[in-house]
Every structure is written in C-alpha cells, then in structure tokens.
C-alpha cells in the first residue's frame, strides 16, 4: 500500500503492543496522522477484557522508519471531545487478578480469566462478570470526583453526587466514547468525594510514541511500570534483558508532551509503529494520584524520520515556556551579553540548545540515573559533565511517580548537528545562532 500523506486512526488496541501487534498505514516521512484517541487509565481498568490498563490506538507504520532511527513527532493540535471525566485514588481488588490487576484480570468469583462482562446500573458494581454475576472489575476507586467541562474546554469543576450520578446514567455521551473503543467509561461509578473543585484545563497526551520490540500491555512501556513485569507470574512476563532493551517509554504522563511540543521516540521494530492514548485534561508534575482526568480527544501529529538516531529512550523539546528557567534558550540580547563577557577572558562562547532526555526506572533516583546515563552516551559525554551541565544549565523534574523524569540541559550544537537534529532543534526554539 502506498504511503499516504494524511492518515485518521480511530481503532484500537486490545491492550497489548509490540512487534506482533496489528498495524496500520503507511503514512508518508513528513505526513500526518489525526488520532482519535479514547480515555486512559480508568476506564480500560475497570474493563475486564482489555488487558493492557490503556486503550491506545493502533500503530501507524511510517515510511522508512527501520530500527536504529528515530521519528520526531510534532504535535500540532489536541482537542477535547470529551464533556465530563473522572479520576482518582485506586484500590487493588484482592481476588480480582494475578500478579497485575492492569494486565492479569479474573472474576473474583469464578475465577474466568479476562472475563465477558455485562454493565448493571452504576456505582462500583456496576461492572459483573457474565459468567456468574460476581462484580468483575479488579479496581475500586477509594476517593474519587468528576469533573465537567465548560464549551470551550478552558476550565473544569468537581460537582456534586447528584450531577455525578446524572452524568453517569449516560456515561458514555459524556465522554464521548468513541465507536471502536471497547472500555466501559469510568463515569458510571459516580464519584463525588471532591466538590466545587475548579482546575484549569491543559490538555496532553500521557501516551505518545513508538511501539516496543517485545509485547506487552501499553501501560506498562515504560522504565516504572515496565519493571513490573520482569519474571511476573502472567503471559506477559519479560525478563530484566528485555525490560532494559526493548521498551520505548511510550507512557510518560509527561505533562508537556502537548500542543507544540515534539517528542523523538526510538525506532526499535521496522515502521516505528507511532500510536497514542491516555489523553488528560489537566496534570500537576508527579501525577500524584496516580491517575488523572482522562478524556476522549483528537490529536494531529506530523512525523518526520531520523535516519541513525539510535536512542535507548524518548527526547523531548517542549514548548518553550515549559522549560525550566536555566534551560530555555538563549536569545540575541542575552547571547550578546555572553559573547562580550566571554570575549573579556579571550573565550569563544560555543553555541547550545536546549534538550530534554526522558529518564526511566522502578523509582524517581533510579529514573534520574538513566536519563543522566541515557544522555552521556548519546552526547558522548562524560557521566560527571552531564551532571555539571544538568546542574548549571537544566533542571531534572518529575514527569510521574514513581519513576518517569525530564532530564534538561544546553547542549553544544555541534553534537546535535552530529545527530542530525541540530536543524529540528534551532527551528523549534527559533535560536539566534
């Protein structure tokens, strides 16, 4: 099939990616993809047939994309299409799974693995088992809220039982499933813990990358939740070789990975694969709760292959106003200032640019490790410089707990010209060298 220029995808996955899942495309080395994506976390959890704790969309081969690259998606536009969400703390039903209540789901009750369900009025039970009856979904909600839009999605507030329970009787208007998704939405439970709550809406995606080289559930393609399945006792164990090479840290829940930003993700199977998911309204660094406002929300992307780009994780360039304050770039009026004092001392000031590398690991130290690692070898630097460049000219702050962070840093522009991405980076940052 020939290369197209503009693709829509509004299929999905059943939760599980990798090299063996079912793909689409091709689209075109500098085309674009419009992804209709469903909500995230909360209402894949409480499904007990979707086995990956996400929906993510299905992949799009890219034409050209072969392992060793890398493809820079830009993110052009997220629209919320979703009315209403809602989110919260969770509670692991015990019985409910093995090992992994996103990924090894069974009824309580018969013990049916993944098992066929009927949904029943709303609340916490509403989601049985078809087989026996029993409440089937392996979460509980300890301390929930929902949330509504206003029409231009600009704010959110929590309402009451009342409205919650409203809004759940048509749950899936409000969320504006979308046809092909197979999750029962997470509005039926009706949570309303928290009220007159109001937020600002900034809407990104949690999930947006490249397919990993091994399959497993799209959750978990990342350094923190990935770990977990190391020697795990379901079908989609990997071992610690795996985990540490195959993965593409897809899931970051990284907050700035919105509109304008530009995420390059590791090509690591043939096609790259690009997919999206786990759309969120709003996010404070750290997702503290461990989830957050999932919507249903169309993104336009436009993807652009880096031929030998050989990355062991995500770079990301997000928008400028969201780098930390020793990171952003330098512009002319500031520049001038460092030529003349460098000038002073008979220095030659060599020209940076700001990168973020994305760090990954069971916990925050050890994710903050890799990305310093991860940015060492790429750069070709010395462990100890990327520390001292991190420290005076970046920052490392927190995407998610436990273990997803943005190393920042100034780079020198001729490595990244090495790479060939200098080109991407100056465009981005409309950098005066």
Not at 56 to 82: C, M, N
Not at 238 to 267: N, W
Request: aromatic residues 6%; contains cysteine.
């Amino acid at each position: 099939m020939p290369a197209q220029n503009e693709l829509v995808v509004d299929t999905y996955t059943n939760g599980i990616i990798g090299p063996h899942t079912k793909t689409t495309g091709p689209v075109a080395d500098g085309g674009r993809i419009k992804f209709i994506t469903t909500p995230g976390c909360w209402g894949p959890m409480i499904t007990p047939t979707l086995r990956g704790g996400h929906e993510v969309t299905t992949p799009v081969q890219v034409e050209g994309a072969r392992v060793g690259d890398a493809v820079a998606i830009h993110i052009e536009s997220i629209r919320i299409l979703s009315e209403a969400s809602s989110s919260g703390v969770d509670r692991w039903v015990e019985g409910a799974y093995i090992g992994d209540p996103y990924v090894a789901k069974r009824c309580p009750g018969c013990r049916e693995p993944w098992p066929e369900y009927t949904v029943e009025g709303i609340g916490s039970k509403a989601v049985k088992c078809k087989k026996c009856g029993a409440p089937a979904s392996p979460f509980e909600m300890v301390h929930g809220y929902t949330m509504v839009f206003d029409e231009e999605k600009k704010v959110g507030i929590t309402v009451p039982s009342s409205t919650a329970e409203q809004i759940a009787r048509e749950a899936w208007r409000w969320a504006a499933l979308p046809r092909n998704s197979k999750q029962v939405p997470v509005l039926i439970l009706a949570k309303a813990d928290l009220v007159a709550v109001p937020s600002r809406v900034r809407p990104f995606l949690g999930q947006l990358g490249t397919i990993p080289a091994v399959d497993i559930p799209d959750s978990h393609n990342a350094g923190d939740f990935g770990y977990f399945l190391v020697d795990a006792p379901h079908p989609y164990r990997i071992t610690k070789e795996q985990y540490e090479r195959d993965l593409t840290d897809g899931h970051l829940d990284v907050d700035s990975v919105r509109e304008g930003a530009i995420v390059i993700a590791p090509v690591k199977v043939d096609g790259a694969g690009v997919y999206a998911g786990d759309a969120h309204a709003m996010q404070g660094d750290g997702e503290v709760a461990g989830h957050t406002t999932d919507i249903t929300a169309e993104a336009t992307v436009k993807v652009e292959v880096i031929k030998n780009l050989n990355l062991e994780g995500p770079l990301l360039l997000p928008p400028e106003e969201d780098l930390p304050p020793l990171a952003k770039p330098w512009r002319k009026d500031e520049w001038e200032l460092v030529s003349n004092l460098a000038k002073r001392y008979g220095i030659e000031p060599e020209p940076v640019a700001p990168i973020q590398v994305i760090g990954s690991g069971p916990t925050i130290n050890d994710a903050a490790k890799r990305g310093f690692e991860r940015a060492a070898k790429l750069f070709g630097m010395k462990y100890e410089e990327v520390l001292n460049r991190v420290t005076i000219t970046g920052a490392v702050e927190i995407g998610r707990l436990p273990g997803i962070v943005q190393v920042s840093l100034q780079v020198p522009l001729r490595i990244l010209e090495k790479l060939g991405i200098a080109d991407i980076v100056v465009k981005h940052y409309r950098l005066p060298y």
